[in-house]
């Protein structure tokens, strides 16, 4: 019998979508007690013996009848979800009124008055601890993760059990957390309970066993956890030890001067759901999911937001990915968009910024600082004059690289500039980098001790500024040097009226708008010529590469 004893004791997780009180467990118990062994030893020997002729059955036969099983070395018992069975020691204890001291042992009590008046216990060794019972408080205060004999609780784990994961009734309102206090400089005990867990409500039950010997029930050394069940608020079901369903049963010894074996066995004998009331659950969940998305739907609104008339609005969502080949450590970029004319933006919009400071590691031979800073930038195109050849001017993006050093003192490493793509989608772009320097050792010497060097006055000179009028820059005499470079990864949307009505009245694209939104789809055709072209040659290159006589034939054919 031991060969067919199942060893594995983990838990098992199951997911349910029906009501936990449908839930129904049955354990049977069964004691494997030595003088039954005994006897059924006696009887194999003497059946061996019998078979020879050499001994008579009758004694043996006698003996092994009086060594059977008493009538609570087994039992059998059904238990839903958070019934209540009680043990010999609470029928004990709570048959009088004066050791009642909670409102749950005063309803226990008149409980069990009720059974003993009706006669109706069902039950003698297997019990249960439901969700409310002490027991189940103090298993969870009293559980340790670890399983060292003089295992000695931290400072953390006594905090954690004092706080109660389960039957969490605190519901937050919406809007009831201040945005303008996001931290609790002096939280109290109830707001550290209350908030600083994983608020997920959990509901235990445990399957007990009173395996003490016969005529002795009621002791709680005897007393021995067959099942743990615990479901939470997600109907994540987790049973311990799982269920018996082709397996062998559970092997369990008692400690004590008198060691007894006993088995049991655990499964699920929950009725199952007819099809017809399957097909009634599944109609009513559909019938709330659609209500639930008319109700969204409601809230959304059908009308899709739409700039005005003639205007372009341009979403950018950009990342400052990394920095590279710089000459110093602790790294960072100040920022700010320039709107060309016939762009606007919103007041609330804000066109600067600067990242955070970062440290450069090394990456073969560059020393790259990797910010991963995210910046968004909204504004508006509205063109006043629609002739022909006027394309717009796109928004630029002028940054400057700046090192931070022991004594805060900031040294600039480098300028540069980047166009917004005229292309929606998301581009990848890289952006050299330079500064400007003095002639002389003194410039570098004062740069490296004191800090400080050449700036610009108007970080648009990177390129053309936007105030200059003349037809030629001249850059005549400026000194300057290539640092680094630096990654940035744009998402570029646009979003104009006049791409829908050009799309949807095949119209001319007169506008600029209409040239706008043609854009990608000109990228695209111009994608496909390029592969139309590229296998048109490949199929030339491979006509010559053909024998001249198979040409031959294949023509006079």
């Known amino acids: 019998m031991a060969e067919s004893w199942s060893s594995d004791a983990g838990e098992s997780v199951y997911r349910s979508r029906d009501s936990v009180k449908n839930l129904k467990i049955r354990v049977r118990i069964q004691r494997i007690t030595s003088t039954t062994v005994f ?241 009634r659950e599944q109609r009513v969940h559909k019938d709330l999911y659609i209500r639930h998305k008319e109700y969204l739907n409601s809230l959304v609104g059908q009308d899709f937001e739409m700039p005005p008339p003639g205007i372009l609005r341009l979403l950018v969502n950009g990342e400052i990915v990394s920095a590279q080949g710089y000459e110093y450590d602790n790294l960072y970029i100040h920022y700010f968009f320039e709107l060309p004319n016939n762009w606007s933006s919103q007041p609330f919009q804000q066109l600067s910024g600067v990242t955070q400071t970062c440290s450069t590691r090394s990456l073969g031979r560059e020393n790259v600082a990797y910010f991963s800073y995210p910046f968004s930038c909204e504004a508006y195109f509205r063109k006043e004059d629609e002739s022909e050849g006027s394309d717009p001017q796109w928004p630029v993006l002028y940054f400057k690289v700046l090192s931070l050093d022991s004594w805060q003192r900031y040294r600039t490493e480098g300028y540069g500039y980047l166009v917004i793509p005229a292309t929606p989608g998301c581009h990848t772009l890289t952006c050299a980098t330079w500064r400007p320097v003095q002639s002389g050792t003194v410039a570098e010497l004062r740069r490296f001790f004191i800090g400080g060097s050449p700036e610009l006055e108007d970080i648009s000179y990177t390129r053309v500024p936007g105030t200059f009028k003349g037809e030629r820059l001249s850059r005549f005499g400026f000194c300057s040097e290539s640092t680094g470079s630096v990654t940035f990864k744009l998402h570029c949307i646009q979003h104009s009226r006049a791409f829908i009505d050009a799309n949807a009245l095949r119209k001319r694209r007169r506008s600029v708008l209409d040239r706008l939104g043609g854009f990608s789809q000109q990228s695209s055709i111009y994608n496909v010529l390029d592969a139309f072209q590229k296998a048109r040659r490949r199929m030339q290159e491979a006509r010559e590469s053909l024998p001249q006589d198979l040409l031959n034939s294949t023509a006079s054919a």
Not at 91 to 104: K, Y
Not at 194 to 218: A, E
């Open 39 to 279: 006897s059924q030893k006696i009887q194999e020997q003497a059946a061996e013996q019998r078979e020879k002729g050499l001994i008579e059955l009758s004694t043996f036969n006698t003996q092994a009848s009086s060594a059977g099983g008493r009538p609570d070395d087994e039992e059998d018992v059904t238990v839903g979800w958070q019934e209540k069975l009680f043990s010999q020691f609470e029928l004990d204890l709570f048959r009088t009124e004066a050791a009642c001291q909670s409102p749950l042992d005063r309803q226990y009590h008149n409980e069990i008055l009720q059974l003993e008046k009706s006669g109706t216990r069902k039950n003698h060794r297997i019990f249960t601890y439901t969700d409310y019972d002490r027991y189940t408080n103090l298993e969870e205060h009293c559980h340790s993760v670890t399983t060292p004999e003089m295992h000695t609780p931290t400072f953390l784990a006594e905090r954690m059990s004092n706080v109660r994961r389960r039957r969490q009734e605190r519901r937050i309102a919406e809007g009831s957390i201040s945005k303008s206090r996001l931290i609790t400089w002096d939280p109290s005990e109830e707001f550290v309970k209350n908030s600083h867990v994983i608020n997920t409500p959990v509901q235990t039950m445990h399957i007990m066993g009173d395996l003490g010997p016969y005529g002795k029930l009621g002791q709680r050394e005897n007393e021995y956890v067959l099942c743990t069940l615990r479901v939470d608020s997600n109907g994540v079901i987790t049973v311990k030890p799982d269920f018996n369903s082709c397996k062998g049963p559970y092997r369990l010894e008692t400690e004590g001067e008198k060691q007894e074996l006993w088995s049991y066995v655990v499964e699920n004998v929950s009725l199952s759901m007819s099809r017809e009331e399957q097909d």
